[in-house]
């Protein structure tokens, strides 16, 4: 969420209570009445988007950091079996393969890191009798095999994981700008009262205002 509109959404979060609260004085005004309910029924459906994003792409992070997690502790422990097994059979070539660090490993892109892995299972599908003298069993493979096909399949999550920010955004964007509308409006509607009532206008101006991070006053918008 861009500053001014988080300012915005702060904003929101004041004046709808204090709407609420001056509803009986507001009411003076059918229209102003009219316009303040709007923008009170129109709040909950803004602060629901402002959590959509954290709440779908939250799901999606946990998720892949499991099985990222899952798959990463079982192939790394293969590397220090296999590092013996391709320098006893002077292999050079598979050597080069299951050298890789740890910590250069774990910095590779996912989709690096799944095709490595495939590789490296290959070695260890290929070298299964001599891996038994390591305690790693044909079990430890096949479930090593089905952690590293769920983290590649998974893959894909890492686009849905951008495609839930874009989506939940452009829906927040919608109902913040329905939002502001909807407040432009009661502008006009409450501006009666600077005259018959400037007390409650100098409220509702101490409520519509904006306020930065910082708590002091941010630039408006198409009005104050």
């Keep these: 969420m861009h500053s001014f509109r988080a300012d915005q959404f702060k904003m929101m979060g004041v004046l709808?209570?204090?709407?609420?609260?001056?509803?009986?004085?507001?009411?003076?005004?059918?229209?102003?009445?009219?316009?303040?309910?709007?923008?009170?029924?129109?709040?909950?459906?803004?602060?629901?988007?402002?959590?959509?994003?954290?709440?779908?792409?939250?799901?999606?992070?946990?998720?892949?950091?499991?099985?990222?997690?899952?798959?990463?502790?079982?192939?790394l422990a293969l590397l220090g079996p296999l590092q013996m097994i391709a320098t006893a059979a002077n292999d050079m070539n598979f050597l080069g393969l299951v050298t890789i660090g740890r910590t250069t490993f774990r910095r590779l892109r996912p989709e690096l890191q799944a095709g490595v892995g495939q590789?490296?299972?290959?070695?260890?599908?290929?070298?299964?009798?001599?891996?038994?003298?390591?305690?790693?069993?044909?079990?430890?493979?096949?479930?090593?095999q089905t952690l590293t096909d769920t983290f590649q399949k998974g893959l894909p999550d890492t686009q849905s994981l951008l495609d839930a920010r874009k989506n939940a955004n452009a829906t927040y964007e919608e109902v913040h700008e329905a939002?502001?509308?909807?407040?432009?409006?009661?502008?006009?509607?409450?501006?009666?009262?600077?005259?018959?009532?400037?007390?409650?206008?100098?409220?509702?101006?101490?409520?519509?205002?904006?306020?930065?991070?910082?708590?002091?006053?941010?630039?408006?918008?198409k009005a104050a």
């Design 179 to 221: 939002q502001m509308t909807q407040i432009y409006e009661l502008d006009k509607a409450m501006s009666v009262f600077e005259a018959v009532n400037p007390e409650l206008f100098k409220g509702y101006k101490s409520a519509r205002a904006l306020l930065d991070s910082g708590g002091g006053k941010a630039k408006k918008g």
């Design 16 to 75: 709808s209570p204090w709407l609420t609260y001056n509803m009986p004085v507001i009411g003076k005004s059918k229209i102003a009445a009219k316009e303040a309910a709007d923008v009170v029924a129109g709040l909950p459906a803004v602060q629901a988007k402002a959590g959509l994003t954290a709440t779908e792409t939250k799901k999606v992070t946990e998720r892949r950091t499991k099985q990222q997690a899952a798959f990463e502790t079982r192939l």
């Design 119 to 144: 590789q490296v299972l290959a070695k260890a599908k290929a070298n299964a009798k001599a891996l038994e003298d390591h305690a790693i069993d044909a079990d430890y493979l096949t479930e090593t």
